[in-house]
Each structure stands twice: as C-alpha cells, then as structure tokens.
Nanobody, 116 residues
C-alpha cells in the first residue's frame, strides 16, 4: 500500500535546526514531485517547499527562504526538509505530499514545536 511516513519532528529552541524526513513506499517515487506543507493550530495548511521529481528544481515559501532546504534521494525513496534558525511561528504539524499529475498522496505529519 501507499505510505508516506514523516519523522524528525520534535521540540527545538528558537534558533535551532531540524531535519525532517519523509519515507515513501508503494508507488514509483521517482515520478512524483514532492512537497512539504505545514499547518499550525487555527490556520490553513500552507506550502513550505517543493521539489521536482528529479530534484533539479525547488521552491520555497517566502517565510522559509534562506532558512530551509528541500532535497530528495530517489534511491532511498525519501524526501528531506532541513530547517535552521527556527522561530516560534514555525511551530506546526509538517506534512509531506507526493504529486504526479492528478494523483496526490499525503503523509500523516510530524509535529515541530519551537519554544524556549
């Protein structure tokens, strides 16, 4: 079955860093563009970063530009989101999404809490 499993979230102090991972299975990972979204309590889910299926191009939300890097390892069927200089407003559940044409898969999310 199709699975997207996020990991790497947790509690981090402001200014700290985290590396999130999303392990995929059950579909042809290399054909799918991958994205990271986040959703804070009371807010809409928002796009954080995206990367093409080959890893040749990536895009970032304005709030994350310069503070995050999305990458993927197609051999490992894993997409990563490295975040640094984290701020309290980065606190949210982070989700990975796989997209190929009209086909979309979502993970269950991993909690990131930025607090001192």
């Amino acid at each position: 079955q199709v699975q997207l499993v996020e990991s790497g979230g947790g509690l981090v102090q402001p200014g700290g860093s985290l590396r999130l991972s999303c392990a995929a299975s059950g579909f042809t990972f290399r054909l799918f563009a991958m994205s990271w979204y986040r959703q804070a309590p009371g807010k809409e889910r928002e796009l954080v970063a995206s990367i093409t299926n080959s890893g040749g191009n990536s895009n970032y939300a304005d709030s994350m530009k310069g503070r995050s890097t999305i990458s993927r390892d197609n051999a490992k069927k894993t997409v990563y989101l490295e975040m640094n200089n984290l701020k309290p407003e980065d606190t949210a559940v982070y989700y990975c999404k796989a997209t190929f044409g009209v086909t979309t898969y979502w993970g269950q999310g991993t909690q990131v809490t930025v607090s001192s």
